[in-house]
């Protein structure tokens, strides 16, 4: 649909979501950054990012209007569980991290 002068106004009062998310995204990232130094396990940082970033997500996703956003399952919309999917892969992908360095240390005390 085409509107000459612009958008159409609203009176709905909304949550800034995108600061919300912005904010959210700056302390994840200076939290990962201070932790860098201290993270001796190849893949943990990523692993941390990504469920930190789908949990932020999923949270940030109750605040916005659920407008052309159906419930799929569970009564959660898209982005939620897409959101959900990441922060098990960061889950998961941190569990086999931690255990392939396990594995290289114990290899090679071995040796």
Do not use: C, N
């Amino acid at each position: 649909m085409s509107f000459p002068d612009g958008v159409v106004p609203t009176v709905a009062l909304v949550h800034p979501t995108p600061l919300y998310e912005a904010a959210a995204s700056l302390l994840l990232f200076a939290a990962l950054r201070a932790a860098r130094t201290r993270l001796r396990v190849p893949g943990i940082t990523a692993s941390m990012y990504l469920a930190a970033s789908g949990l932020l997500r999923f949270a940030v996703e109750f605040l916005r209007r659920p407008e052309g956003r159906p419930d799929r399952w569970l009564g959660l919309r898209d982005a939620q569980i897409v959101s959900l999917a990441l922060a098990l892969a960061g889950t998961v992908l941190a569990a086999v991290s931690v255990v392939r360095s396990a594995r290289e240390k114990q290899a090679d005390t071995d040796t």
